[in-house]
């Protein structure tokens, strides 16, 4: 049977795309599809609409769960799941582990706690866009499952009296979203952090009353990964703090804090030598200063995003190519003082460069796409809609020298772009699965 010659990644890949009739029936004949999603073999399962089609949610599970009773990991994101749905769930799958209930907005506090009593081993919970599960559901659910490891209740009715019980987790919650809980505030996460010593990664999207004080403290060191994209209260101060008492930090967002600049950038340089991933983007006043002093002080850079500061320019990106030759993705929207020289300066000394965006940075050119080297293989994606002009000749290189690409926005590049350039992209590009043309005039049918 073909089944039989296929390897497990293959089979896992064709069965997120079946229905839940289509996957059951492959498990009563196909002995290599039930020996991966049988007893001995337990598997992560996705539901979504399309899977189920008109078979009712509770039915669906009923099926797996008399064929699949040993299965850890449930997503069920964006089924609207309901509170019935969720005590089918707790009977027919009594075994899970990883549960994903994002979106399922017709969920409330009761649903929790059947969730509490029926999994108290539970690991991972995600209840994202839940909206009517508040502190009253978080409490009843954490009286039983007290060993979760990673929660999601972004999106969701808490407040500071929900990070309270949070504290029943002290010693496993090692991940938390909290994004979306716009009430939240420094002295509700300042308590959670005392409460719950292994957190590695925490998210505040959104959180619009946080300053960043909140995680000034000695329980903020084991920190790996924060966001606090859109709290506006966020200052230069505030990220010194942080800075300062997180000094593990590995990956910060500070999108949209709009009143940091060069200082913040500055405290981070001196504090978290340690940075891979940051994101400034539309963030306060940085300029070419902040980003020599962040090159100079966080030479492990891999990912950056700098995108909406028009005031960083080609000196900003040679500190980078200079001090920071791990960079993988950069971020340079709107940044239209960049040009050829900077990129060039970029592509040259990073190696190992494979997302580019240099979207309305008007005075780049073709000969950035010249610059780069034969071959560039790591090169995955450039955006480049509205820059500076790029003619056929060059389009044609990239796609010799780029063959991993697999996005590739053109869009607005008006008369310079020709049919030719997709029939380069299409023989030389095998993986290009995005490709953004608008407004490229010269492009036909044919």
Known sequence: MLFERLNEDTLVHIGEHLTNKEHLALHLVAPSWANLFGPTFPRHLSLSKRHLKSTPLAAALRAYGSRLAHLRALTLANTD??????????????NLRDIDLS??????DASLALLGEAYPGLRSLSLAGCRDVSHVGLEVLLARATAIETLNVSWCDVT????????????????????????????GVSA??????????????????????ALALPESAQLCQLSLSGASLVTNAGVGALARACGSLTALTLRQCCVISDAALFALAHYCPN???LDI??????????????????????????????????????????????????????????TDAGLVALATA????????????????????????????????????????????????LASRCPRLELLDLGMQA??????TLYSLAESCPRLAHLIVAGCMNLTDA
């Open 103 to 108: 979106g399922c907005d017709a969920l409330h």
């Open 192 to 213: 959670l952090l005392r409460r719950c010593p292994r957190l590695q990664r925490l998210l505040l999207e959104g959180c619009r009353e946080l300053s960043g004080w």
């Open 281 to 338: 983007s539309r963030s306060g006043s940085v300029t070419d200063r902040g980003v020599v002093g962040l090159a100079l002080g966080c030479g492990r850079l891999e990912a950056l995003q700098l995108e909406g500061h028009t005031e960083v320019t080609d000196v900003g990106l040679r500190a980078l190519a200079e001090h920071c030759g791990r960079l993988r993705r950069l971020n340079l929207w709107v940044c239209n003082d960049v």
């Open 275 to 277: 940075l891979v991933e």
């Open 160 to 187: 500071d009296r929900g990070l309270v019980p949070l504290g029943a987790l002290a010693d496993s919650l090692t991940s938390l979203d909290l994004s979306g809980c716009a009430a939240l505030t420094d002295r």
């Open 81 to 94: 799941a309901t509170h019935a749905d969720v005590a089918v769930l707790c009977d027919a799958l009594p």
């Open 350 to 397: 990073c190696g190992e460069l494979r997302a580019v965006d240099v979207r309305l940075c008007t005075k780049v050119s073709d000969s950035t796409v010249f610059a780069l080297p034969a071959p560039c293989p790591p090169l995955e994606a450039l955006r480049a809609e509205r820059a500076g002009s790029l003619s056929d000749t060059a389009l044609h290189l």
């Open 415 to 420: 008369d310079m772009i020709s049919d030719t």
